[in-house]
């Protein structure tokens, strides 16, 4: 094994055993010369370098199998490994509190310090004026040279993300699972294009189940690649304001979106605003804060006409195929078409015990062969987590339900929703018009 195997394995190895969003990581890629040192010391250099024991505990476990399988996935499967030591890892992540020690990647990586990114976020159930806003931006600001930096999410960040790539510009999307998933599903083709024009990241491990708690772990990522988060429509309760925090936090300046104040889609921005966010209604009065620190990449003063054939054609693929299901108090005035079964594909997880530390297959991967058929059969029901199978539960109590029953039930709403899709991926409950799922057995 060549030595640039060894670093990208020890890096592998210092990600895997402190896991996303420990600050440890940064005491020790500061304290260390390099990672190879890391994976050498020992309980007494752990300790000078400031680490907790319980973190130090964790760090003895000098065993790379995992790594080595990890590695020799990502190259088989043309995985970028963007390393802490890397000259292209982005200086402005460095200086948060906790930086990922390890992104994996997709795509094109860029000297992402020499882009102005702008992170747009909102809520997944937004309504289709609100996803028009988010385009309409989106567009223009990646036009005028700014980056756009989503979590790939529906809704709002998929506007964002759609938008840019129409606009024939670099944009880069942030994941809450293994880089070797797609998810959500209904995106693919944003993954199938964004790979090839921009950039994918995840700090979290392939074969990584995107499971509700690491999308606030993410959104600390989303935020610190960015000069700017702008925050679209979010309910009080939305993940996009975990991604203001964090923002907040790293010292990088909030623009929010004003609304009426009795939609409950505006809570959010309006809450931000009165907590001293800058209002925001066009991409200029975003991107024209940046121009001076980033001369050579924006012009404001270029002529941007967004095509209305093209905003249609989003917001058609959002709403007429159900892939954006509208908060009730602001639905968009118009009939949605009964859906069919979105597409879905998954392949059976490996046995998940505690015992057996290999990685698990990936549950949707990206498909090449589009004549291929998109379904699969429903994996066994013993596969699923326990919150998983929480939920699938409850439906035989009711045959209809909604994420907000669920949630009503002491499950986070985000991580309910995560579950619902995950479910509906595997082809064990369809979605319904109106925001309400049924199994399919």
């Known amino acids: 094994m060549g030595n640039a195997d060894l670093h990208d394995l020890y890096y592998i190895w210092l990600s895997s055993v402190l896991r996303p969003g420990n600050s440890s990581a940064k005491l020790l890629l500061e304290y260390f010369?390099?990672?190879?040192d890391i994976y050498n010391a020992g309980e007494k250099e752990y300790a000078d370098a400031g680490i907790s024991e319980k973190d130090a505990k964790r760090l003895e476990n000098k065993d790379l199998d995992l790594a080595n399988e990890y590695l020799a996935y990502c190259k088989k499967d043309r995985i970028g490994l963007l390393c802490y030591d890397h000259p292209y890892y982005p200086q402005r992540l460095k200086h948060i509190e906790n930086p990922p020690a390890l992104l994996y990647y997709r795509g094109r990586v860029e000297h992402l310090d020499d882009y102005p990114l702008i992170a747009m976020v909102g809520t997944r159930s937004c309504s289709e004026r609100g996803f028009r806003q988010a385009y309409v931006t989106a567009y223009k600001a990646a036009s005028y040279g700014a980056v756009v930096v989503t979590g790939l999410a529906v809704g709002i960040d998929s506007a964002c993300t759609r938008a840019a790539l129409d606009a024939d510009a670099y944009s880069v999307g942030v994941l809450g699972c293994g880089i070797d998933r797609i998810y959500p599903w209904q995106n693919k083709d944003l993954f199938y294009r964004l790979s090839a024009r921009g950039l994918i990241i995840s700090e979290f491990a392939p074969f990584t189940r995107p499971e509700g708690t690491n999308f606030p772990i993410r959104n600390r990522v989303i935020s610190g690649l960015g000069v700017a988060t702008a925050i679209f429509e979010a309910n009080e309760k939305s993940g996009a304001l975990i991604t203001a925090d964090h923002a907040l936090y790293q010292g990088r300046q909030i623009f929010a979106i004003p609304g009426a104040v009795d939609n409950s889609l505006y809570a959010g921005p309006l809450g931000l605003i009165k907590s001293g966010a800058i209002v925001f209604t066009e991409a200029e009065d975003i991107v024209s804060e940046y121009s001076l620190l980033f001369p050579h990449r924006i012009n404001v003063d270029r002529k941007v006409n967004v095509p209305e054939k093209l905003i249609q054609k989003a917001v058609d693929n959002a709403f007429l195929d159900n892939i954006i299901v509208p908060d009730k108090e602001s639905a968009p005035n118009r009939t949605l078409a009964k859906p069919g079964k979105a597409e879905k594909r998954a392949?059976?997880?490996?046995?998940?015990?505690?015992?057996?530390?290999?990685?698990?297959k990936v549950l949707y991967e990206e498909k090449t062969?589009?004549?291929a058929s998109p379904h699969a059969p429903n994996p066994n029901v013993s596969a699923l987590s326990a919150q998983e199978k929480v939920i699938y539960d409850m439906f035989e109590e009711k045959d209809v339900l909604s994420a907000d029953e669920i949630a009503s039930r002491g499950i986070k709403i985000d991580d309910a929703l995560s579950s619902l899709t995950l479910l509906e991926v595997y082809g064990l409950i369809e979605m319904?018009?109106?925001g309400n799922y049924r199994r399919t057995d």
Not at 347 to 357: A, I, M
């Open 369 to 371: 062969d589009e004549k």
């Open 33 to 36: 010369d390099d990672v190879e």
């Open 347 to 360: 392949q059976k997880d490996k046995d998940d015990s505690k015992k057996d530390s290999s990685p698990k």
């Open 432 to 434: 319904l018009p109106g």
